[in-house]
Protein backbone atom coordinates (compact mmCIF):
# COMPACT_ATOMS: atom_id res chain seq x y z
CA UNK A 1 0.00 0.00 0.00
CA UNK A 2 1.73 3.46 -0.83
CA UNK A 3 2.52 5.59 2.18
CA UNK A 4 0.54 9.04 2.59
CA UNK A 5 1.82 11.80 1.20
CA UNK A 6 3.31 14.31 3.61
CA UNK A 7 4.11 17.76 2.50
CA UNK A 8 6.99 19.43 5.06
CA UNK A 9 7.34 23.49 4.99
CA UNK A 10 10.50 24.69 6.76
CA UNK A 11 9.96 28.23 8.22
CA UNK A 12 11.99 31.17 8.41
CA UNK A 13 16.05 32.13 7.76
CA UNK A 14 16.05 29.13 4.87
CA UNK A 15 17.37 29.43 1.37
CA UNK A 16 17.18 26.44 -1.00
CA UNK A 17 20.92 24.82 -2.01
CA UNK A 18 22.40 27.37 0.52
CA UNK A 19 25.41 25.24 2.79
CA UNK A 20 24.43 26.89 6.31
CA UNK A 21 20.92 28.23 5.54
CA UNK A 22 19.34 25.31 3.41
CA UNK A 23 16.39 23.01 4.66
CA UNK A 24 18.66 20.06 3.66
CA UNK A 25 21.66 20.83 6.01
CA UNK A 26 22.58 18.21 9.05
CA UNK A 27 20.26 18.34 11.90
CA UNK A 28 18.31 20.57 9.84
CA UNK A 29 14.00 20.12 8.86
CA UNK A 30 14.66 18.06 5.98
CA UNK A 31 17.48 16.14 7.17
CA UNK A 32 15.11 15.20 10.70
CA UNK A 33 11.57 15.01 9.77
CA UNK A 34 11.39 12.31 7.42
CA UNK A 35 13.04 10.21 10.34
CA UNK A 36 10.63 10.85 12.47
CA UNK A 37 7.37 10.46 9.90
CA UNK A 38 8.23 7.04 8.58
CA UNK A 39 4.96 6.22 7.52
CA UNK A 40 4.99 9.01 5.20
CA UNK A 41 6.01 9.95 1.77
CA UNK A 42 7.82 13.04 2.36
CA UNK A 43 7.42 15.87 -0.35
CA UNK A 44 9.21 18.77 0.08
CA UNK A 45 9.02 22.57 -0.22
CA UNK A 46 11.87 24.26 -0.51
CA UNK A 47 11.01 28.50 -0.29
CA UNK A 48 12.87 30.99 0.14
CA UNK A 49 12.20 32.58 3.43
CA UNK A 50 14.52 35.52 3.88
CA UNK A 51 18.31 35.31 5.01
CA UNK A 52 18.50 36.95 8.73
CA UNK A 53 19.88 40.51 8.57
CA UNK A 54 21.57 39.59 4.89
CA UNK A 55 18.13 40.59 3.72
CA UNK A 56 17.54 43.69 4.93
CA UNK A 57 17.88 45.66 1.71
CA UNK A 58 15.36 43.23 -0.22
CA UNK A 59 13.14 43.63 2.85
CA UNK A 60 12.95 47.82 2.53
CA UNK A 61 12.95 47.51 -1.15
CA UNK A 62 9.39 45.97 -0.51
CA UNK A 63 8.59 48.18 2.09
CA UNK A 64 9.22 45.61 4.99
CA UNK A 65 11.00 47.30 7.84
CA UNK A 66 12.84 43.58 8.99
CA UNK A 67 13.53 40.83 7.35
CA UNK A 68 10.93 38.71 9.32
CA UNK A 69 8.50 41.10 8.46
CA UNK A 70 9.41 39.80 4.53
CA UNK A 71 9.18 36.63 5.39
CA UNK A 72 5.46 37.14 6.68
CA UNK A 73 4.17 39.61 4.19
CA UNK A 74 5.64 38.97 1.56
CA UNK A 75 7.69 35.62 0.74
CA UNK A 76 5.28 33.33 2.90
CA UNK A 77 2.17 33.71 0.56
CA UNK A 78 4.34 33.41 -2.57
CA UNK A 79 5.09 30.15 -1.15
CA UNK A 80 1.57 28.66 -0.78
CA UNK A 81 1.46 29.75 -4.90
CA UNK A 82 4.89 27.49 -5.35
CA UNK A 83 3.17 24.42 -2.59
CA UNK A 84 0.03 24.65 -4.52
CA UNK A 85 1.34 24.52 -8.14
CA UNK A 86 3.71 21.50 -6.65
CA UNK A 87 0.50 19.65 -5.24
CA UNK A 88 -1.17 20.56 -8.25
CA UNK A 89 -1.14 16.61 -9.47
CA UNK A 90 -1.49 14.83 -6.79
CA UNK A 91 -4.88 13.27 -5.01
CA UNK A 92 -5.92 13.55 -2.16
CA UNK A 93 -5.15 13.44 1.04
CA UNK A 94 -2.38 14.55 1.47
CA UNK A 95 -0.66 15.27 5.68
CA UNK A 96 1.67 18.43 6.29
CA UNK A 97 4.16 19.26 9.15
CA UNK A 98 5.30 23.05 9.45
CA UNK A 99 7.85 24.58 11.62
CA UNK A 100 7.68 28.46 12.83
CA UNK A 101 6.94 30.61 9.93
CA UNK A 102 6.10 27.16 8.18
CA UNK A 103 3.10 27.42 10.03
CA UNK A 104 1.68 30.61 7.96
CA UNK A 105 2.68 29.19 4.57
CA UNK A 106 0.44 25.34 5.39
CA UNK A 107 -2.25 27.98 7.05
CA UNK A 108 -2.87 29.85 4.17
CA UNK A 109 -1.92 26.79 2.00
CA UNK A 110 -5.78 25.30 3.16
CA UNK A 111 -7.49 28.02 2.46
CA UNK A 112 -6.36 27.49 -1.41
CA UNK A 113 -7.35 23.83 -1.15
CA UNK A 114 -8.85 22.58 1.93
CA UNK A 115 -10.24 19.22 0.15
CA UNK A 116 -6.98 18.08 -0.43
CA UNK A 117 -5.66 17.58 2.94
CA UNK A 118 -6.37 15.30 6.26
CA UNK A 119 -3.82 16.05 9.13
CA UNK A 120 -2.56 19.35 9.92
CA UNK A 121 0.64 19.04 12.20
CA UNK A 122 1.86 22.24 13.24
CA UNK A 123 5.61 22.95 15.37
CA UNK A 124 6.80 26.36 17.51
CA UNK A 125 4.43 28.47 14.93
CA UNK A 126 4.79 31.64 13.90
CA UNK A 127 1.26 32.69 13.17
CA UNK A 128 -0.77 34.87 15.27
CA UNK A 129 -3.63 32.67 17.37
CA UNK A 130 -6.23 35.44 15.48
CA UNK A 131 -5.45 34.36 12.18
CA UNK A 132 -4.58 30.49 12.57
CA UNK A 133 -7.72 30.01 15.54
CA UNK A 134 -10.28 31.65 12.45
CA UNK A 135 -8.69 29.20 9.44
CA UNK A 136 -8.64 26.11 12.23
CA UNK A 137 -12.56 26.83 12.85
CA UNK A 138 -13.11 27.76 8.72
CA UNK A 139 -12.38 23.77 7.79
CA UNK A 140 -13.79 21.57 10.68
CA UNK A 141 -13.21 18.37 8.57
CA UNK A 142 -9.12 19.07 8.89
CA UNK A 143 -7.33 17.63 11.87
CA UNK A 144 -5.02 20.29 13.51
CA UNK A 145 -2.42 19.74 16.01
CA UNK A 146 -0.82 22.16 17.97
CA UNK A 147 2.77 21.32 19.16
CA UNK A 148 3.96 24.50 21.54
CA UNK A 149 6.37 25.76 23.79
CA UNK A 150 5.58 28.29 26.27
CA UNK A 151 8.83 28.94 26.88
CA UNK A 152 9.76 29.42 23.15
CA UNK A 153 11.20 33.18 23.19
CA UNK A 154 11.89 33.05 19.68
CA UNK A 155 8.30 32.66 18.79
CA UNK A 156 7.50 35.32 21.78
CA UNK A 157 9.52 37.51 20.34
CA UNK A 158 8.77 37.27 17.13
CA UNK A 159 4.93 38.16 17.75
CA UNK A 160 6.15 41.79 17.81
CA UNK A 161 8.32 41.94 14.52
CA UNK A 162 6.40 40.73 11.68
CA UNK A 163 3.28 42.82 11.83
CA UNK A 164 2.92 46.13 10.98
CA UNK A 165 0.47 46.76 13.49
CA UNK A 166 2.18 48.19 16.94
CA UNK A 167 2.11 45.90 19.72
CA UNK A 168 2.59 42.44 20.61
CA UNK A 169 0.64 39.72 18.68
CA UNK A 170 0.65 36.09 20.50
CA UNK A 171 1.77 33.44 18.26
CA UNK A 172 0.40 29.92 18.36
CA UNK A 173 3.69 28.48 18.82
CA UNK A 174 3.44 29.43 22.75
CA UNK A 175 -0.17 27.49 22.90
CA UNK A 176 -3.19 28.67 21.44
CA UNK A 177 -6.66 26.95 23.03
CA UNK A 178 -6.73 29.77 25.46
CA UNK A 179 -9.54 30.32 24.05
CA UNK A 180 -12.81 27.97 23.60
CA UNK A 181 -11.81 24.83 22.85
CA UNK A 182 -12.47 23.63 19.37
CA UNK A 183 -13.22 20.13 18.26
CA UNK A 184 -10.68 19.39 15.43
CA UNK A 185 -7.67 20.50 17.50
CA UNK A 186 -5.27 18.41 19.35
CA UNK A 187 -2.77 20.83 21.18
CA UNK A 188 0.17 19.71 23.22
CA UNK A 189 2.50 22.30 25.41
CA UNK A 190 6.05 20.40 25.43
CA UNK A 191 7.12 21.98 28.65
CA UNK A 192 3.87 22.47 30.26
CA UNK A 193 4.19 19.99 33.89
CA UNK A 194 0.45 18.69 33.59
CA UNK A 195 0.71 17.53 30.13
CA UNK A 196 4.66 16.12 30.42
CA UNK A 197 3.43 14.35 33.55
CA UNK A 198 0.32 12.71 31.90
CA UNK A 199 2.34 11.76 28.96
CA UNK A 200 5.09 9.93 30.98
CA UNK A 201 2.34 8.08 32.86
CA UNK A 202 0.27 6.56 30.35
CA UNK A 203 3.00 6.56 27.82
CA UNK A 204 6.31 6.51 28.73
CA UNK A 205 7.24 9.61 27.28
CA UNK A 206 8.91 12.14 28.39
CA UNK A 207 8.26 14.92 26.24
CA UNK A 208 9.84 18.68 27.02
CA UNK A 209 10.34 21.41 23.96
CA UNK A 210 12.68 23.94 26.15
CA UNK A 211 16.37 22.81 26.01
CA UNK A 212 17.93 24.05 29.46
CA UNK A 213 22.00 24.32 27.57
CA UNK A 214 20.01 26.92 24.98
CA UNK A 215 17.63 30.29 25.03
CA UNK A 216 16.77 29.82 21.77
CA UNK A 217 15.68 26.61 21.40
CA UNK A 218 13.08 27.05 19.00
CA UNK A 219 13.90 23.59 17.10
CA UNK A 220 14.01 21.24 19.94
CA UNK A 221 10.56 19.94 19.61
CA UNK A 222 11.67 18.14 16.82
CA UNK A 223 15.34 17.55 17.52
CA UNK A 224 14.55 16.24 20.97
CA UNK A 225 14.28 12.58 19.95
CA UNK A 226 12.18 12.10 23.22
CA UNK A 227 9.61 13.97 21.33
CA UNK A 228 9.20 11.99 18.62
CA UNK A 229 6.90 9.18 19.36
CA UNK A 230 4.21 12.17 20.86
CA UNK A 231 4.76 13.40 17.04
CA UNK A 232 4.45 10.73 15.35
CA UNK A 233 1.25 9.34 17.02
CA UNK A 234 -0.12 12.91 16.45
CA UNK A 235 0.74 12.53 12.67
CA UNK A 236 -0.90 9.07 12.71
CA UNK A 237 -3.88 10.56 14.56
CA UNK A 238 -3.66 8.02 17.15
CA UNK A 239 -3.99 10.39 20.46
Same mark, same amino acid.
Given at each position: ?????????? =? +????? =??????????? =????????? @???????????? /???? =??? !???????????? $????????? &???????????????????? #????????????????????????????????? /? *????? *??? $????? @????? *????????????? @???????????????????????????????? #???? +? $????????? %???? &?? /?????? $?????? %????????? !?????
Amino acid at each position: MPKRPLLMIH =G +YNHRP =GHPKHGPFRPS =GNFDIWPRI @FTDHEPLFLEWD /SALQ =GRD !MWRAMRHGCWNT $YQFAYSRLA &PAAVKQANDMLSAIDGPIDI #VAHSLGTRVALLLLTWRPHAFGRVLLMNGAETI /S *VADSI *VRQ $YPRIK @FKNVA *VRTDDVVAGLGAW @FEPRIGRHPCIGNGMTTRLPVENLKEVILDDP #VQKD +Y $YHRNHGWRI %NGDN &PD /SRGDHS $YSFLNE %NNWPLLRAL !MADTL
